[in-house]
């Protein structure tokens, strides 16, 4: 069975979405549905507002100044624009990992614990059995079970990526929002966690931001090519990259331009 | 023609070479010049008296027969202005550098920062005098003292005198962490008290303890103000309320009337000697954090 013709109702609706950064519109009566447990790659040249999307979707966008939007994103039924949305609970469901991994500058532990600690007033023990369960998550837990309390910043690159999304499924999410999570790795590294991605994948819907099209090939069961601010094209990714039945995709994705 | 250039050229680079050179030097020389010299006049003092009872003598009696040149009450008397200054001066700051740096909008830090630095500018006897015709008699009325000329009063001058070091220092501090920290936080749901208190004080927290060492610095090292109004009593110090009299204030005090060669003169040069040798230590308490920070 094919994700696209799958029953799974879609988990987030992006509705008529305007995004304006002051007097420049950034995104343009964006309309497009992201289904459940599955990997959803946004793709683009830059500036076509792909990350601007998925900072909407947890709202980092409104740390950014002079931000206004119109139209509406629905995360599991519920509305996160408007009147009296909490952000708090917002960002326990949609977690986000950056271009930089940006582990805090504290030990490994003070890392995975950072949220449950914020949400869920945890005793001790469950606290431990969370980081535990979360470090395995990411397939760190045998290589760091022994130096929790070693700090954060002195692992690799890879390893604070891990890190990252293993403070982020701590507080079980819904959502995991990537925003080019391997840009800042080697490719041996972009590999493990490309891997890690789709490991994921079972348990969380995952949006992830790519420059590099290969990666969505490689990760993503749907696609989006977003191109100055407009969804153009969204598909399952197979049909995206062998198929497109935009002209603009086509361009884009054989590198006639970007 | 051209050759002639050439040497002029030469000759220009190399007294411009050796004046910066020297520029460089000098600085170094005095530094040296001026240790040399408190440590020969300081030391010349324990040709008659002991270091022991220099160091551990509860008594400051100059010019008695015979002198006793105990510094016990005057370091007490500086350590008590100087903790008691630290008490108010580093919440304040830290709570002051919160919201300058973190909380405030960006035209309100602009002026909170520039006048806060402000502060530094007003010379301390300026302060010392405002805080002995307003302070000294507020403190004497509210804890219904006999005087206001009281350690509690310099501490209080004293930790405004602190502020703007530590005030810019730790806002600084906090400027200088990354923001990817930040985000980080909000984006796993931390509200803004949380992102600050959980994330960037304790990424800040070694610049921020560089600007308590420096704060202590600077108010250890005050003379004027605390001359004005701590009472100058060189008794050792029970409690806050009561007068006191710090090493600063003793060498501004007695300098001018200690005959010139004799013990008195030379006691203070060693009084100026401990002074030097405390500074000096929070000095590179203070680079050793700051360079941790810029390591980590």
């Known amino acids: 069975m094919s994700p696209a013709d799958s029953v799974d109702q879609p988990i987030i609706r992006v509705e008529d979405f305007d995004l304006f950064y002051g007097g420049f519109q950034a995104l343009l009566k964006v309309n497009m549905s992201i289904r459940p447990r599955q990997v959803t790659a946004i793709i683009g040249p830059s500036g076509c507002g792909k990350s601007t999307l998925l900072r909407s979707i947890n709202r980092m966008n409104d740390l950014a100044g002079e931000v206004t939007t119109r139209g509406q994103i629905i995360i599991d039924k519920q509305p996160i624009y408007g009147k009296g949305i909490n952000m708090v609970d917002l960002r326990k469901r949609v977690g986000m990992v950056f271009q930089r991994p940006n582990p805090f500058p504290l030990s490994i532990f003070e890392n995975v614990a950072f949220g449950p600690r914020l949400h869920l007033g945890l005793s001790k023990t469950a606290l431990r059995e969370v980081v535990e ?85 490689r990760v993503s069961d749907e696609t989006a090519y977003f191109y100055l601010g407009e969804l153009i094209e969204m598909g399952q990714t197979e049909k995206i990259f062998t198929r497109p039945q935009k002209r603009a995709t086509e361009d884009y994705i054989t590198g006639r331009f970007g | 023609m051209k050759s002639v250039r050439r040497i002029w050229n030469r000759i220009v680079e190399f007294v411009i070479e050796k004046a910066i050179f020297l520029a460089g030097i000098l600085s170094i020389v005095f530094v040296v010049l001026i240790f040399v010299f408190l440590l020969k006049e300081g030391l010349s003092l324990f040709k008659e008296y002991s270091p022991l009872a220099f160091l551990f003598g509860t008594k400051w009696y100059p010019i008695s027969h015979p002198p006793s040149f105990g510094i016990v009450p005057l370091l007490l008397g500086s350590v008590v202005v100087t903790l008691g200054s630290i008490v108010i001066a580093v919440p304040l700051g830290v709570g002051a550098a919160i919201y300058v740096g973190e909380v405030a909008p960006v035209w309100l830090r602009e002026i909170l920062k520039a006048t806060v630095e402000f502060l530094a500018a007003i010379p301390s006897i300026v302060l010392g005098f405002i805080g002995l015709v307003t302070l000294v008699p507020l403190v004497k009325q509210v804890f219904h003292l006999q005087t206001g000329l009281t350690a509690i009063s310099g501490s209080i001058m004293l930790a405004f005198m602190a502020m703007p070091t530590i005030v810019s220092m730790m806002e600084d501090a906090l400027r200088a962490v990354p923001s990817s920290y930040r985000y980080g936080a909000i984006a796993l749901g931390a509200t ?92 590179l308490t203070a680079a050793f954090f700051i360079n941790r920070r810029s390591k980590a």
């Open chain 1, 133 to 217: 369960k979360s470090l395995t998550g990411v397939g760190l837990w045998e290589e760091m079970k022994d130096r929790l309390y070693a700090p954060a910043l002195s692992l690799t690159g890879e390893e604070q990526q891990r890190l990252c999304i293993a403070r982020l499924i701590a507080v079980s999410p819904e959502v995991l929002l990537m925003d080019e999570p391997c840009s800042a790795l080697d490719p041996i590294a972009t590999d493990h966690i490309e891997e890690l991605i789709r490991e994921l994948k079972s348990q969380y819907t995952i949006v992830i931001v790519t420059h590099n099209m290969a990666q969505a090939a």
């Open chain 2, 192 to 283: 803004r008290w949380q992102t600050i208190w959980r994330v960037m004080l304790p990424a800040a927290s070694s610049g921020m303890l560089a600007a308590v060492m420096l704060g202590i610095g600077r108010v250890i090292g005050e003379t004027m103000a605390v001359m004005m109004i701590t009472g100058n009593a060189a008794g050792i110090p029970t409690s806050l309320m009561q007068p006191v009299r710090t090493m600063t204030a003793t060498i501004a005090a007695e300098m001018g009337e200690a005959v010139q060669g004799s013990d008195h003169y030379f006691s203070l040069f060693a009084i100026g000697i401990v002074l030097f040798i405390i500074t000096f230590a929070i000095n």
